[in-house]
């Protein structure tokens, strides 16, 4: 198994001040992980992106770590065509960053403000299908795989990416496979996990504390799943998400590629990426 950690993983060091982005690939390199993965990249005022991009090539090639992905946002419902043209140019940015995989997101759905007849997932299915087919057609040119994340509600079911990705049909558009956030969408992490394993392009690691809705939830770090449930970040292993199961069921669909340590919890982040990478390497010895 080989590890990468995502940027946002150590976002509230560098909300702190207490490193910049371009440092977060030695310490990235320094907690031992094989590669990092960018949540977004913000260039420094006076700096274009494509330039940032480069710099941050150039510092991971010095410390001898990949750049493994490239993760962004975006909404296939609104504003498509731009939206499409916006990340073409994002395929360019992962293209400098020297990674071989991105993903962008679908759409949050539909606005509160609009009605809601004939305004389901199945509606918006094709058009989210044309937008993705656009994007990952355009970067096969440039030898990077886009994929689709279990993210944002909307498009976060298991059943939800299977249609988007079999809608697209292009062995360049995959799935990046995060196993805790299927509990967004109150669906089980293993049984969702292995719906979606055969479409994996990259993978996060991630773990939630559970509360039902039915209970007491503490004012502070908690936020509502669709269903009503309520979820923390956790440190790997100390939460609900099955991790090793999900961990198995992805190593026998063949998967054998990067494992992000992706962490959002309340603990200091330095922390809690090193003791869940910790765990994944037991974990790994283990199945």
Do not use: W
Not at 182 to 203: K, L, S, T
Not at 240 to 245: F, G, K, L, N, R
Not at 281 to 287: A, G, H, R
């Amino acid at each position: 198994m080989k590890y990468s950690v995502s940027s946002y993983s150590y976002s509230s060091l560098v909300s702190a001040g207490e490193y910049t982005e371009k440092q977060l690939i030695a310490l990235a390199k320094e907690m031992g992980f094989d590669g990092i993965e960018f949540a977004e990249i913000h260039a420094p005022e006076g700096t274009d992106k494509l330039t940032y991009a480069k710099e941050l090539k150039a510092e991971a090639e010095k410390h001898e770590i990949d750049i493994v992905a490239y993760c962004i946002g975006s909404d296939l419902l609104y504003d498509r065509e731009n939206q499409i043209n916006k990340l073409k140019n994002e395929v360019d940015v992962a293209e400098a960053l020297g990674c071989k995989v991105m993903r962008h997101d679908a759409s949050g759905g539909y606005k509160e403000n609009e009605k809601k007849q004939g305004m389901g997932f199945n509606n918006a299915l094709p058009v989210i299908v044309e937008g993705y087919k656009a994007v990952t057609e355009y970067a096969k040119t440039k030898g990077i795989r886009t994929c689709i994340e279990n993210h944002g509600f909307f498009a976060q079911d298991s059943e939800r990416v299977a249609a988007i990705i079999n809608g697209v049909n292009d062995e360049n558009f995959g799935a990046l496979v995060d196993i805790g956030n299927f509990m967004c969408a109150d669906e089980d992490p293993a049984v969702a996990v292995g719906n979606v394993a055969p479409y994996a392009f990259h993978v996060h690691a991630k773990d939630f504390h559970f509360k039902k809705g039915t209970e007491f939830i503490p004012s502070d770090g908690f936020f509502m799943t669709r269903g009503g449930n309520f979820l923390r970040g956790a440190i790997i292993g100390h939460g609900a998400v099955p991790v090793m199961q999900c961990l198995r069921i992805l190593k026998n669909a063949g998967y054998n590629g990067y494992v992000t340590v992706e962490f959002e919890g309340m603990e200091y982040a330095k922390k809690g990426v090193k003791y869940g990478l910790d765990t994944l390497k037991k974990i790994d010895e283990l199945i």
